[in-house]
């Protein structure tokens, strides 16, 4: 089953502007991934925000975790048409400890 | 290239049959992990060996067995496939147990 619930589905920007991705999920979680999967290849991984903290940064990615309210966002800023691609979010969960289980996906498209 | 390696990368293959997915993980790393990417189910975790031993297991149907070698490398193995066991197939491997994984290209698996 699904984890996390991505926000949203789909979504469509020009080329420098800011996109942002929200994840919701339900259970106490360990470490919380994003990853970027170019159209039916293989997921790359972009980065972790363990629990603890709440805020991170990597290139031009951001990455919030709120686990009062069971969210994280990823913002992506300057957004080039190469960052086209399906975003998804991942949780590595306290329980399991041993598994990913991943949102159904954010299909972002950036236009020229 | 991520440094994990699955063989082959397409599949095609009728109804009743058997086939075996291949994937070696990065150097050094002993977590394999396999899962299932389908239009309808998402992103599903199917097993996880650490070092030759199960460790976990998800949504993996009694069809469907996998084992680690010796080597490290991993094989999946899927029987009397049915048309939807069509899907993209990845693995993954992990440094230690805990951080970001890396992911394979994938196998896609058609059923006809």
């Known amino acids: 089953s699904q984890q996390g619930e991505e926000d949203p589905q789909a979504l469509s920007i020009q080329e420098g502007e800011n996109a942002t991705m929200n994840c919701s999920y339900k259970?106490?979680?360990?470490?919380l991934q994003w990853y970027r999967q170019n159209s039916g290849r293989g997921l790359v991984h972009l980065i972790l925000i363990r629990s603890n903290e709440r805020e991170k940064h990597s290139g031009r990615l951001r990455v919030t975790l709120d686990t009062s309210k069971k969210s994280s966002s990823l913002l992506i800023t300057a957004s080039r048409a190469a960052d086209t691609a399906s975003y998804f979010c991942?949780?590595?969960?306290?329980?399991?400890?041993?598994?990913?289980?991943f949102g159904e996906g954010t299909q972002l498209t950036v236009n020229p | 290239d991520s440094g994990v390696t699955q063989t082959p990368k397409h599949l095609i293959t009728a109804t009743g049959q058997r086939v075996t997915l291949r994937c070696s993980p990065r150097?050094?790393?002993?977590?394999v992990y396999w899962y299932q990417q389908s239009l309808d189910q998402g992103l599903q975790f199917l097993i996880q060996?650490?070092?030759?031993?199960?460790?976990a297991k998800g949504n993996i149907l009694e069809r469907f067995s996998a084992q680690q070698f010796p080597d490290l490398h991993s094989e999946l193995n899927l029987s009397s496939l049915e048309l939807g066991d069509s899907a993209l197939y990845f693995c993954a491997s992990r440094t230690g147990l805990k951080g970001g994984y890396t992911f394979g290209s994938g196998t896609r698996l058609t059923v006809v």
């Open positions: 991942a949780t590595d969960e306290e329980t399991s400890g041993s598994r990913l289980t």
């Open positions: 259970t106490s979680i360990n470490n």
């Open positions: 060996y650490y070092n030759g031993e199960e460790r």
């Open positions: 150097s050094g790393d002993l977590s």
